[in-house]
């Protein structure tokens, strides 16, 4: 995707550019060569001052302060909730549109929650805020939405299969250091896992709520409702760790209110952009996580009726949960947020 | 579990004894003492003269011909369905009774398939052949016994994370290797599954069938179904081999004909001798692969109302596969058969 860049192209910043989400949304920005005026890289103190290769030039990391945001139009943040929080008022303030990966925002009634594809109208009424969903929640998106529309689904349950990146950069090294040392025979102590996470697996993703969901869970049953406008939608989510670098699995039995075929579904699901089907199993064709990392698609195979209930579908949805389910949305949302001049400069000037 | 070695004690043959499961078997005998006469380690031709040592003593492996059990009570067999097939009626018409590990007669209307502690009664019914679930059926059956019995399930969805050590040795072999070749950035060509299982998951187990399913998944609806002598149970399943050496984990979900809290399942289920619970999320208290292996009991956790259905409960089984899921099983139900004296040489002296 080329575009010409022109003068009303937008001053971006990448707000934790330093991450594991960051440095993803740069090779994206890159390889999509979205159009910008000028670009600059924010951090913590801590990170000021490093250098970041950035198509054939190099940028400096600077300290995020309020000021960073003085000539800037538009934000696209994967820094945790509390720098979201700490910096959104003056984002906003100054007139820039942030687009957040955080959970901070997401539920808030005043922020749209998008999918690129999936709800693009909700962008219209942002006011500065627009928050990426969980990237359990956002691979799903693309793969409920056209089923939804033409067969309302009425109930899913899913469990979850996700990789160690979705923890971030420690948690990559950490499933590499376990990994070695169960290989030597050795104790490992898990810093960013609450068990050894090399040839293991954690059902515990993010902390545990009253109703014995963990918010993880729940971010993808409320989360799901709201992105789809389906708020009478039943869901049920067990979301599990597993010994993986990149790429989010879902194992997910859908309840549709008519009675569709697996056909059916595939005839819907090979008309939509964001997906791909992988689901020939004479031949060993469905999806796995290292086919889906680094690609773009969300992989959907294993479809097929649910035995268990006359109106059901089971299915198996693969993604690579750095891109789909967050930097590559948080760069087709700020596509988006360009072509429909939903950027607060764009509304003045036209 | 000691008991007085008596001259009524059977005599015994392990068939398959050089198999992941085999070796297995002959720990759990030592283990929980298991009486016999005498004993008798059977494989290939190929692992004939092999020794093995058990308890104070080196036994040899002999190769299995039809005159192995002649002299023969009781056959602990994990051999394969063909191994199995081709030995089952010299084994029956010698009158010799034997517990099979393989998929072979486990549906067989005049087999029992039996989880003991759970069917026992179904073993008075035997003809020489007793058949043992399916690893992923048999941690299940202890948790759904006792629940089944006071309130109708009448849903269960599972996803299942099983681990290689059901694929047998060379399985074991191959997530080592390919997980070295993965850290070593090296390129690995499957050998016991369709791709590289080192940081990776194979959503398939067994092989496909007309619906969709897999037989590994169709294993889990059926054999459920007759063990709990519940044919109108509606089940399905999603089956994953998952990158950890020993222990099945499954994330399930239970609808029921009437409403249940979590607080009386735990009450349920604490009363199983075969179950133990580790449920309290604000310790972090929820069994993983790794806590399960090498242990007995069938591990729940992760006990909730489900949000998505007014009767439902989810929750989080795990155990080892080798032990519960096979060789403990195949042990416990050659104890039960002797107790309740169901060995041909009982019936006719006592």
Same mark, same amino acid.
Request: charged share 25%.
């Given at each position: 995707?080329?575009?010409?860049?022109?003068?009303?192209?937008? =001053?971006?910043? @990448?707000?934790g550019?330093?991450? #594991?989400? +960051?440095?993803?949304?740069?090779? $994206?920005? !890159?390889?999509?060569?979205?159009?910008?005026?000028s670009?600059?890289?924010?951090?913590?103190?801590?990170?000021a001052?490093?250098?970041?290769?950035?198509?054939?030039?190099?940028?400096?990391?600077?300290?995020?302060?309020?000021?960073?945001?003085?000539?800037?139009d538009?934000?696209?943040?994967?820094?945790?909730?509390s720098?979201?929080m700490?910096?959104?008022?003056?984002?906003?303030?100054?007139?820039?549109?942030i687009?957040?990966?955080?959970?901070?925002?997401?539920?808030?009634?005043d922020?749209?929650?998008?999918?690129?594809?999936?709800?693009?109208?909700?962008?219209?009424?942002?006011?500065?805020?627009?928050?990426?969903?969980n990237?359990?929640?956002?691979?799903?998106?693309?793969?409920?939405?056209?089923?939804?529309?033409?067969?309302?689904?009425? =109930?899913?349950? @899913?469990s979850?299969?996700?990789? #160690?990146? +979705?923890?971030?950069?420690?948690? $990559?090294? !950490?499933?590499?250091e376990?990994?070695?040392?169960?290989?030597q025979?050795?104790?490992?102590?898990?810093?960013?896992?609450?068990?050894v996470?090399?040839?293991?697996?954690?059902?515990?993703?993010?902390?545990?709520?009253?109703?014995?969901?963990?918010?993880?869970?729940?971010k993808?049953?409320?989360e799901t409702?709201?992105?789809?406008?389906?708020?009478?939608?039943?869901?049920?989510?067990?979301?599990?760790?597993?010994?993986?670098?990149?790429?989010?699995?879902?194992?997910?039995?859908?309840?549709f209110?008519?009675?569709?075929?697996?056909?059916?579904?595939?005839?819907?699901?090979?008309?939509?952009?964001?997906?791909?089907i992988w689901?020939?199993?004479?031949?060993?064709?469905?999806?796995?996580?290292?086919?889906?990392?680094?690609?773009?698609?969300?992989?959907?195979?294993?479809?097929?009726?649910?035995?268990?209930?006359?109106?059901?579908i089971s299915?198996?949805?693969?993604?690579?949960?750095?891109?789909?389910?967050?930097?590559?949305?948080?760069?087709?949302?700020?596509?988006?947020?360009?072509?429909?001049?939903?950027?607060?400069?764009?509304?003045?000037?036209?």
């Amino acid at each position: 995707m080329t575009r010409e860049v022109t003068m009303t192209d937008p =001053r971006i910043a @990448v707000l934790g550019a330093t991450g #594991v989400v +960051g440095g993803e949304i740069l090779s $994206i920005l !890159e390889q999509r060569n979205f159009p910008y005026k000028s670009i600059k890289l924010l951090a913590s103190a801590r990170s000021a001052g490093k250098k970041i290769k950035f198509k054939d030039r190099e940028l400096t990391i600077e300290e995020t302060t309020p000021e960073s945001f003085d000539d800037v139009d538009l934000v696209l943040s994967s820094a945790g909730s509390s720098t979201s929080m700490r910096f959104v008022d003056e984002i906003v303030r100054r007139g820039a549109v942030i687009v957040d990966n955080t959970s901070a925002f997401r539920m808030k009634e005043d922020v749209p929650l998008v999918i690129a594809g999936v709800n693009d109208e909700d962008l219209k009424w942002h006011k500065g805020i627009i928050a990426n969903p969980n990237c359990s929640t956002s691979q799903l998106m693309p793969v409920l939405k056209p089923l939804h529309e033409i067969n309302k689904i009425k =109930r899913m349950v @899913v469990s979850t299969y996700q990789s #160690v990146s +979705g923890a971030g950069k420690e948690a $990559i090294d !950490e499933l590499l250091e376990s990994t070695k040392a169960v290989m030597q025979d050795e104790t490992y102590t898990p810093k960013s896992f609450q068990k050894v996470i090399g040839f293991n697996l954690i059902p515990h993703i993010d902390s545990f709520l009253d109703n014995g969901y963990t918010k993880e869970e729940m971010k993808v049953v409320n989360e799901t409702r709201k992105i789809l406008h389906a708020p009478e939608m039943q869901i049920s989510c067990t979301a599990v760790r597993v010994p993986v670098f990149i790429s989010h699995s879902e194992s997910v039995t859908l309840e549709f209110e008519k009675q569709m075929s697996p056909a059916t579904v595939r005839e819907i699901l090979s008309q939509s952009e964001y997906v791909e089907i992988w689901d020939d199993p004479s031949s060993n064709n469905y999806p796995t996580p290292v086919d889906a990392a680094g690609q773009d698609p969300v992989y959907v195979g294993r479809i097929r009726a649910d035995i268990s209930c006359p109106t059901g579908i089971s299915l198996w949805v693969v993604a690579d949960n750095l891109r789909i389910g967050a930097a590559l949305n948080t760069v087709r949302l700020a596509e988006k947020l360009v072509e429909m001049k939903l950027l607060n400069y764009q509304k003045v000037t036209t």
